[in-house]
């Protein structure tokens, strides 16, 4: 009787041990669909943008400066904030071209 119970038993714990795997991939799953892919798939988006700046864009930077492209270098870009008035960024620090971000609703 005791063996008997001994393999139901085991194969209790068998099942547990096969559900907790499933639960875990499932968990993974659910963070890489939700969370991991959509994320990089935002950052291939923004390098791809970052990559697009060409001399003339009008754009706004990370500290909401608005200006013009004059100059677009490896990793930074010159922009025209005023009449004559000239300032270099990172690239990194360009978020949006400037009509983009007017048609974005407020909040």
Same mark, same amino acid.
Request: no cysteine; proline share 3%.
């Given at each position: 009787?005791?063996?008997?119970?001994?393999?139901?038993?085991?194969?209790?714990?068998?099942?547990?041990?096969?559900?907790?795997?499933?639960?875990? +991939?499932? !968990?993974?799953?659910?963070?890489?669909?939700?969370?991991?892919?959509?994320?990089?798939?935002?950052?291939?988006?923004? %390098?791809?943008?970052?990559?697009?700046?060409?001399?003339?864009?009008?754009?706004?930077?990370?500290?909401?400066?608005?200006?013009?492209? %004059?100059?677009?270098?490896?990793?930074? +870009?010159? !922009?025209?904030?005023?009449?004559?008035?000239?300032?270099? +960024?990172?690239?990194?620090?360009?978020?949006?071209?400037?009509?983009?971000?007017?048609?974005?609703?407020?909040?």
């Amino acid at each position: 009787m005791s063996t008997i119970l001994s393999i139901l038993l085991q194969e209790q714990a068998q099942g547990a041990g096969w559900g907790n795997i499933v639960f875990i +991939v499932a !968990l993974v799953a659910i963070f890489y669909f939700f969370m991991i892919r959509p994320q990089s798939k935002r950052q291939k988006e923004i %390098k791809k943008f970052r990559d697009s700046l060409k001399q003339g864009d009008k754009v706004i930077t990370a500290g909401g400066i608005h200006g013009k492209i %004059k100059n677009v270098k490896e990793n930074t +870009v010159v !922009l025209e904030i005023a009449d004559g008035m000239n300032i270099t +960024v990172e690239k990194s620090s360009i978020y949006a071209t400037a009509p983009e971000a007017s048609e974005q609703p407020q909040k």
